[in-house]
């Protein structure tokens, strides 16, 4: 059956990330579902705010509330319906997150290792020759990126990057003579910043790439970086330091940079995140 709103929702954000349309999907089909009472459809932007709030309520912690408040919110924009009181207890919601996620940080920070031990870890993998994670290790720290961030292709010739195609969302490392140029766009908010392109030209990183993909040039098992895609999160935080992932990697790099500006302006962009959101979800030492 056919579902105009769905398909208005989904043309009207046809030009953000594949990930943030399958967000979307997922969120509206679930409210939609949530909504309907008998056998005649109902569609969102009909339904009364105060009747999607009682729905968003009954969700287990608040940031479910907020995934289907968010969808709730962007289709009565979108058919100009009133979303004012979803909006409130949207903003509500968010100072709410806010505290709990301060909490939450006083204690981890109790427990998290100093910056200085992801350094000797790092260089732990490179004695050791262990390409694969020291590459993901090195873009962890130095990059401030996200899981997703480490699904790319090495690639020796500039043209195999594509970056004249629109339609292409692959992550690439071109590795150079000299350099390799780091290029994401497929990334959690590529949608708003765009591509990025880091150039790095340390030696040790060099070598490293230089070794990945000679394995991937001859079939060979030391050249498979993340062997299920899917897994992608799994084989990454696996490969961190006592497995502590890269969100509290980057909270570690937070608090080691916490009265540098400059470095933390840097880390927002390589990161692709506001320094409003750092300040209130990743600095464990704000009490």
């Not at 427990?111 to 290790?137: A, G, T």
């Amino acid at each position: 059956m056919s579902n105009p709103e769905y398909d208005k929702l989904m043309n009207d954000i046809k030009d953000k990330s594949e990930s943030t349309k399958k967000n979307y999907r997922l969120q509206y089909n679930k409210l939609y579902k949530l909504i309907q009472e008998n056998d005649n459809p109902l569609y969102i932007k009909d339904v009364s705010q105060d009747k999607i709030i009682k729905l968003a309520k009954q969700e287990k912690t608040t940031n479910s509330q907020q995934a289907l408040l968010n969808i709730a919110i962007v289709v009565k924009k979108d058919n100009k319906k009133d979303n004012k009181k979803l909006i409130d207890l949207r903003d509500k919601n968010r100072t709410q997150l806010v505290e709990e996620t301060k909490e939450k940080n006083i204690i981890l920070s109790e427990n998290l290792p100093e910056y200085e031990e992801l350094i000797e870890y790092l260089e732990h993998l490179y004695d050791r020759s262990e390409w694969i994670d020291y590459i993901i290790n090195y873009l962890l720290i130095h990059f401030n990126v996200r899981n997703k961030d480490l699904v790319f292709d090495i690639v020796t010739r500039k043209k195999d990057v594509n970056l004249k195609d629109q339609d292409d969302d692959k992550n690439y490392v071109w590795l150079a003579k000299d350099k390799a140029v780091y290029y994401r766009k497929d990334y959690k908010t590529a949608w708003k910043y765009g591509r990025k392109e880091n150039v790095i030209k340390d030696k040790k990183l060099l070598m490293a790439l230089r070794r990945v993909f000679a394995c991937q040039k001859h079939n060979e098992s030391c050249g498979v970086f993340i062997p299920t895609l899917s897994q992608a999160d799994y084989y990454i935080k696996k490969a961190t330091y006592k497995n502590l992932g890269e969100g509290k990697y980057f909270k570690i790099a937070v608090k080691h940079f916490k009265n540098d500006l400059q470095k933390l302006k840097e880390m927002s962009e390589n990161r692709g995140t506001s320094i409003d959101t750092i300040s209130n979800f990743y600095d464990v030492s704000k009490q």
